[in-house]
Every structure is written in C-alpha cells, then in structure tokens.
C-alpha cells in the first residue's frame, strides 16, 4: 500500500484550516482517510472564541480515531458522533447557533479487503480508480447547483444558503446534517487507489481545465500530491488577468491524499 499526503496554506500570512490524515489499521488490510476543508468566515464574525484550525483538527481527530477503531459504525454515524462530540467541546463557550459557528467539508474514506466506503459532504472531491484505470469522482455538487449570481456560487459563505434547504451543507454543529452527505461502498476489487482533494487543490482540474480527472490522478501517481499542489500554485501566479480565478481567492489552502491499495 502506498499512501502519499501533501498539504499548504494559502498564504504563509495565515494558518491553514485543511486538514487531513491516514491510518492503516495493524489488524488486516484495512484503512481510513480523513479531509477536512475549513471554511473561512469574516474577521470576528462565527460567535466562536476558537479558531477553524482548532475545530478541523478536534473534528478530525475524531474522525479518523471512530473510522479506524469502531468498524461496527457507518460512516455516516462516524460523522455524526464526531460532529457531536467537536460540539460538546465548546458549546459551553460558543455559539453553536452562529450560522458562521466553525465548519468544513468532509471527505471520508474507509476500506478492507471486502469493500470501500465513502462519505462526501460539500465541495471537496473523493476520485475512486478502477483496475482498467477508469477514474469515477465522489462529488457533493449543491454548491454548483447553485442559481448563478447568488453570492454562495462564487463560493462566498452567504447566510441565506449555507447549512439551508435549497442551499448547500457543511459540518459545522448539527449532527443532522449527516443526511446530506453522499455515500456509498464499492467492492474492494473495483478500486485499485483512491485520492482526496480540497478544492484548493482540485483547481488544477475544475478551475483551469488543466485535465480530467483520470489526469488528476495521473499526475498525483507521477508527481505526488506535493507534485499537484506545486502546478497549481504556478497556475494561480500566472493567471495575472484573473481569466480562471476571476474573484475567487489567488492562493488558497490546498491539500491533497493518495492511496494505492
């Protein structure tokens, strides 16, 4: 098994609020993937006193210790336990009910020698490899369903559709919200390797076209995930006229993660 993970911020100038990690279990074959995307809000405005960075790596590290220990629990109820106990930590302090509170995406993955499970929750992307090299992208695509204009399609958090019927969802503080991630089991002798991608690291392909996504995961084999960050990065610097990035943000925090099983 080959597992390669590459990670960094936007802008040295802030923390970065990705989060990711792997873990192989001793016992069998078996093992789980964790991404996290947390979503930036404006300076002073989520009624939090605790950073994303804190609230992605709290709900991270719980995701990837239930995932690994508690196989009896689908990802689903993971998730959920998760987002409750992340919750329990700092709802005496905070409020929850913000609907800035902090969040992310979610990217989830476990596998044994039987089968590969997903769970995808906002616009991070999960790409499953087949033996014949066929590539089938995991997508939870209600941001881009968005109607175009609307402030939340240029991927600014608005308050009008985030965490809202219509709109698109995010872990945040409501374990509910476990119901509108995509999820699925493939066999185990369909997948040959699995990848997880920001959206600051998926930019390569659904920002400026570079290539599909059986290319992605070309490229992540060739050059690493560090390898895909790097082309992005210099794509962002070379787009001076704004063509692609149009408003969106010049550097933002890309992580990427390759499994070959």
Same mark, same amino acid.
């Given at each position: ?162 965490? &809202? ?56 084999? &060739? ?25 969106? &943000? ?12």
């Amino acid at each position: 098994m080959r597992i390669e993970l590459a990670t960094e911020p936007g802008t040295p100038q802030r923390p970065n609020e990705d989060w990711a990690s792997t873990a192989a279990p001793a016992a069998g074959q078996g093992g789980v993937l964790t991404l996290l995307d947390g979503v930036t809000p404006p300076a002073g405005d989520d009624g939090c006193v605790h950073s994303v960075p804190w609230f992605t790596a709290r709900l991270g590290g719980s995701l990837i210790e239930l995932s690994a220990s508690r196989r009896d629990l689908t990802l689903t109820e993971v998730l959920a336990e998760s987002i409750g106990r992340t919750a329990a930590a700092h709802r005496s302090v905070c409020d929850l009910s913000h609907v800035r509170t902090p969040q992310a995406t979610v990217v989830l993955a476990r596998w044994d020698e039987r089968v590969v499970e997903h769970l995808v929750l906002s616009d991070s992307v999960l790409l499953l490899e087949a033996p014949d090299g066929a590539v089938l992208p995991v997508v939870d695509d209600r941001l881009d369903r968005l109607p175009p204009g609307s402030l939340a399609s240029e991927a600014v958090a608005d308050a009008r559709a985030r965490n &809202k019927e219509g709109g698109f969802f995010t872990a945040a503080a409501d374990p509910l919200v476990v119901s509108r991630a995509v999820t699925g089991e493939t066999p185990r002798a369909d997948v040959r390797a699995l990848a997880a991608l920001t959206d600051g690291a998926s930019r390569w392909t659904e920002t400026f076209g570079e290539g599909d996504w059986t290319a992605t995961l070309g490229l992540l084999r &060739k050059a690493g995930p560090q390898g895909l960050i790097d082309r992005v990065r210099e794509l962002e610097r070379a787009d001076t006229d704004r063509r692609y990035l149009r408003r969106g &943000k010049t550097h933002d925090d890309a992580t990427a993660v390759l499994v070959e099983l």
